[in-house]
Structure formats: structure tokens, C-alpha cells
């Protein structure tokens, strides 16, 4: 544990040196912070500080958890912005501990890394993610035990950089099943892949809002048995599923 606070203090100060001399020599009008976990309430107080018009400070929450953590709370009345990716009653939590001026709704951003890829299309339906026990909803929960272990299709859980784009584009259809399901707008960093790579989406009709988002982009379906009916129809009759449906 010493170690470990002393590997977080060292990282405070190389990161408060940093960013001081990103203020002083390009005097940034904001200052984009990333979740925040690791960063100091302290060191947000000495950026307001630094200049005579100290950069705003924004906060992006790029994940969701059910609780709000002890470290986020710290942050209240610290930033000038906050933004996560849900906009329903999670955002709401999040946004009332933080008590910024402006909270909104801002989606996991594209990488470019994924532009101008092209790969054989081998495989039907694939999913990306790791098994979670402790968050981990029914519905994941039937991704990895079941759908998986009865091979109605892969999942690639180790692949990263290029054979992580690969793995994505050489599949039909990608399917987007989060930890928390009916959140409204969540987008984890999973679907914007997929949407990166031009995948066919197909996600469970409770997930709600991503029609405004990404009219047309979305195959909705209300249950995994659904999932199965179109994958082995697809299999047997070499048909393309989003026709079928």
C-alpha cells in the first residue's frame, strides 16, 4: 500500500508539471480530464489558480457504475463541466455529485485508428468484452455462459491495437450487450468501435435513444432466443440476418 501511494504521488507531480507548463506556455482555454480517478481535488484547485484566466475544467465520464466513487465526489463544485456517456437516471446521480454549472451528454469519441480497414468477412455474430462477475448483468451474463459456450458464435476478449480492428471487421454483425442494460443513451467504448468499423449493430430493444443517434444503424432485438432463431437460419440457408428479420 505505501508503494502504491507513493507511485500515486509521484504520478500527481509529474502530471501537475505537465500540465502547468501546458497552461503557462499554451495558455489552453480548457482543460479535458478523462474519468479522473488518480487525479487529486488538490490539483484541480491549483490549476483554477494558475494565470490570470486559468483554463475551464472539463470532466468526461467515459464509463458507469451504479455507485457514484468516493475519489468523483471530491470533485464537486471543482469543475466547470461535466459530461458522461448515459443520459438517464446514472447521468443524474453522477451529475448532482459533481455539481458542475453544465452537465451533458457526450459519446465515446471515434478512433481514427479504425478508419479505412477491410477484412474478409469470416464469421456471423461476434461480441467483444470481458466477463465482470461483480457488475455483470443477466443478459452478459447469457453472452459468455451460454450463447458462447453452445458456439453460436466468438468472442474475442485478448485482441488489442490492429488485431483488435481485425477481429471486429471480420464479422457481419456485432453484438452490443453492456453491463447495464436500459441505461438510456449508455454507449460504452465497445459500440463506437463497432460503429467505427461499419458494423451491423444489433443491441436489445431496451437500450434505448440510439435511433436519434444513428437512425437506421441498429438491429433491435427483444431476446436471445431471437438471436439464435437468425444465426442458425443464417448458417443453414446462407441468407443475411438483417433480411430475415
Same mark, same amino acid.
Request: aromatic share 18%.
Given at each position: 500500500?505505501?508503494?502504491n501511494?507513493? $507511485?500515486v504521488?509521484?504520478?500527481?507531480?509529474?502530471l501537475? %508539471? +505537465?500540465?502547468?507548463? *501546458?497552461?503557462?506556455?499554451? $495558455?489552453?482555454?480548457?482543460?479535458w480530464?478523462?474519468?479522473?480517478n488518480g %487525479?487529486y481535488?488538490? =490539483?484541480?484547485?491549483?490549476i483554477?489558480?494558475k494565470g490570470i484566466?486559468?483554463? +475551464?475544467?472539463? =470532466?468526461?465520464?467515459?464509463d458507469?457504475?451504479? $455507485?457514484?466513487p468516493?475519489?468523483?465526489?471530491? #470533485?464537486?463544485?471543482?469543475?466547470?463541466f #461535466?459530461?458522461?456517456?448515459?443520459?438517464?437516471?446514472?447521468f443524474?446521480?453522477?451529475s448532482?455529485?459533481i455539481e458542475?454549472?453544465?452537465n451533458?451528454?457526450?459519446?465515446?469519441?471515434?478512433?481514427?485508428?479504425?478508419?479505412?480497414?477491410?477484412?474478409?468477412?469470416?464469421?456471423?455474430?461476434?461480441?467483444?468484452?470481458?466477463?465482470?462477475?461483480?457488475?455483470?448483468?443477466?443478459?452478459r451474463?447469457?453472452v459468455?455462459?451460454? *450463447?458462447?459456450?453452445?458456439?453460436?458464435?466468438?468472442?474475442?476478449?485478448n485482441?488489442?491495437?490492429?488485431d483488435?480492428?481485425?477481429?471486429?471487421?471480420?464479422f457481419d454483425?456485432?453484438?452490443?450487450?453492456?453491463?447495464?442494460?436500459?441505461?438510456? =443513451?449508455y454507449?460504452s467504448?465497445?459500440?463506437?468501435h463497432?460503429?467505427?468499423?461499419?458494423?451491423?449493430?444489433?443491441?436489445?430493444?431496451?437500450?434505448?435513444?440510439?435511433?436519434?443517434?444513428?437512425p437506421?444503424?441498429?438491429?433491435? #432485438? $427483444?431476446n436471445f432466443?431471437? %438471436?439464435k432463431?437468425?444465426?442458425?437460419?443464417?448458417?443453414y440457408?446462407?441468407?443475411?440476418?438483417?433480411?430475415?428479420?
Amino acid at each position: 500500500q505505501k508503494n502504491n501511494k507513493t $507511485k500515486v504521488n509521484e504520478y500527481q507531480e509529474n502530471l501537475k %508539471i +505537465k500540465l502547468f507548463d *501546458l497552461i503557462l506556455n499554451f $495558455k489552453p482555454d480548457l482543460i479535458w480530464i478523462g474519468k479522473g480517478n488518480g %487525479i487529486y481535488r488538490s =490539483l484541480l484547485k491549483e490549476i483554477r489558480r494558475k494565470g490570470i484566466n486559468p483554463p +475551464k475544467i472539463a =470532466l468526461w465520464y467515459g464509463d458507469i457504475r451504479d $455507485k457514484v466513487p468516493e475519489y468523483f465526489r471530491e #470533485f464537486a463544485g471543482m469543475v466547470d463541466f #461535466f459530461f458522461m456517456s448515459s443520459f438517464g437516471k446514472i447521468f443524474k446521480k453522477f451529475s448532482e455529485a459533481i455539481e458542475a454549472p453544465v452537465n451533458n451528454y457526450f459519446i465515446h469519441p471515434h478512433n481514427p485508428m479504425f478508419d479505412h480497414f477491410d477484412a474478409q468477412k469470416k464469421n456471423v455474430v461476434g461480441f467483444t468484452g470481458r466477463y465482470y462477475k461483480s457488475i455483470s448483468c443477466d443478459e452478459r451474463d447469457f453472452v459468455h455462459h451460454e *450463447l458462447v459456450k453452445e458456439n453460436f458464435f466468438s468472442i474475442e476478449e485478448n485482441a488489442v491495437g490492429m488485431d483488435y480492428v481485425r477481429a471486429i471487421n471480420s464479422f457481419d454483425f456485432m453484438l452490443n450487450v453492456n453491463n447495464f442494460v436500459g441505461e438510456y =443513451l449508455y454507449t460504452s467504448d465497445r459500440l463506437s468501435h463497432y460503429l467505427s468499423c461499419g458494423a451491423n449493430i444489433m443491441l436489445l430493444d431496451r437500450d434505448e435513444g440510439f435511433e436519434k443517434l444513428y437512425p437506421g444503424c441498429f438491429i433491435p #432485438f $427483444k431476446n436471445f432466443n431471437e %438471436i439464435k432463431f437468425l444465426i442458425k437460419k443464417s448458417y443453414y440457408t446462407g441468407e443475411i440476418a438483417y433480411r430475415i428479420m
